[in-house]
């Protein structure tokens, strides 16, 4: 069937990648240490950041029940803010994680200026 021969060819072309082609793909320990604490203090400050105005929003859409809506919009800004922390580490790319924070916070300003403050 097959001779020693062509199975060492074809194992040799199968081979595994060389240790500098594997260096060169995989970032520095600083690089990474950088890039987990961006991600940790985009999670900390953009969720807070998206958690406040979303509950301004929606205090400020629901005025006419004020108490009911100051309550509704804290709890909803506690879940908010727990489900930015949690995607900002979920995602892949460090740049999805950042406009995935910094997208909603620019509507839900617009928004907030659009409602008449």
């Known amino acids: 069937m097959n001779s020693q021969t062509e ?3 074809i194992s040799a072309s199968v081979s595994t990648p060389t240790v500098s082609a594997r260096a060169k793909s995989t970032p ?3 690089t990474y240490r950088v890039m987990i604490f961006y991600r940790f203090a985009l999670a900390i400050l953009g969720g807070y950041l998206v958690a406040s105005l979303s509950a301004m929003v929606i205090g400020k859409f629901f005025a006419d029940y004020r108490a009911s809506a100051a309550m509704a919009a804290t709890l909803l800004a506690f879940c908010i803010h727990c489900a930015a922390f949690i995607w900002v580490f979920m995602v892949n790319k460090t740049l999805k994680a950042s406009l995935g924070i910094f997208v909603p916070c620019i509507i839900l300003l617009v ?3 659009m409602m008449g403050n």
């Open 7 to 9: 199975l060492d060819a």
């Open 28 to 30: 520095s320990l600083f």
């Open 111 to 113: 928004i907030f200026k």
